[in-house]
Nanobody
Framework: QVQPVESGGGSVQAGGSLRLSCAAS????????MGWFRQAPGKEREFVAA???????TYYADSVKDRFTIARENAITVYLQMNNLTPEDTAVYYC????????????????WGQGTQVTVSS
């Protein structure tokens, strides 16, 4: 599988904004959603946001709801607009074009991108 390509990370102060972009070369015909996870140092990778392929319905982790927005740029590219960032948002953000939601838990079936670093200073 070809990895999606993430871009747009960087360093900002608390309260600032960043926009991440993810381009998937293609999608699986059975894929349910495309979205973002993140992993902070010493922590497990966690779900951030996803957008359903069929109708662009969106899903968010409680920790980012009302601050982050996921949307589609074109058929195979999505972006994550992150506003009002806090130091707790510091992590490497990963994109995946083949996610599934089963009983409230997100599972990945596609390849992960290389990730993009987001650093928020207080």
């Amino acid at each position: 599988q070809v990895q999606p390509v993430e871009s747009g990370g960087g360093s900002v102060q608390a309260g600032g904004s960043l926009r991440l972009s993810c381009a998937a070369s293609r999608r699986s015909s059975n894929a349910y959603a495309m979205g973002w996870f993140r992993q902070a140092p010493g922590k497990e990778r966690e779900f951030v946001a996803a957008i359903r392929w069929s109708d662009s319905s969106t899903y968010y982790a409680d920790s980012v709801k009302d601050r982050f927005t996921i949307a589609r740029e074109n058929a195979i590219t999505v972006y994550l607009q992150m506003n009002n960032l806090t130091p707790e948002d510091t992590a490497v953000y990963y994109c995946n074009a083949d996610l599934d939601l089963v009983a409230g838990t997100w599972y990945d079936f596609g390849s992960w991108g290389q990730g993009t670093q987001v650093t928020v200073s207080s």
